[in-house]
């Protein structure tokens, strides 16, 4: 009966910062692996970058290397996703999901219950 939430986006411009949460609710959030996904205008789904149920592990998509940085508080139920120097490339509907299982891929079909998502716009 989980459920996930996402907070945090908005608009901003390029080189700028924006911190997304994915909050839970329900049983079982410290189970699974969770990934930050995104969605640009008319194409498909990508895997932005992903972390454990631990939190140990994570794995992330090579246009984020050395910009954003992922985290989750199992205690709150949140998993948080710090982007910095955005760039109007990184304009999409950033999606919070659970894994179907304990993994840590950006592979999109890889993961089963999604958020809603929410807006991220970066523009000057």
């Known amino acids: 009966q989980l459920q996930l939430v996402e907070s945090g986006g908005g608009l901003v411009q390029p080189g700028g910062s924006l911190a997304l949460s994915c909050s839970a609710s329900?049983?079982?959030?410290?189970?699974?692996?969770i990934g930050w996904l995104r969605q640009d205008a008319g194409k498909g789904r990508v895997g932005v970058w992903c972390?454990?149920?631990?939190?140990?592990?994570?794995n992330y998509a090579g246009f984020v290397k050395g910009r954003f940085t992922i985290s989750r508080d199992n205690a709150k139920k949140t998993v948080s996703l710090q982007m910095n120097d955005l760039s109007p490339e990184d304009t999409a509907v950033y999606f919070c999901?659970?894994?179907?299982?304990?993994?840590?891929?950006?592979?999109?079909?890889?993961?089963?219950?999604w958020g809603q998502g929410i807006q991220v716009t970066v523009s000057s």
């Open positions: 999901a659970r894994a179907l299982g304990r993994t840590v891929v950006v592979d999109p079909d890889e993961y089963g219950l």
């Open positions: 972390i454990s149920n631990s939190g140990l592990n994570t």
């Open positions: 329900g049983d079982a959030f410290s189970d699974y692996a």
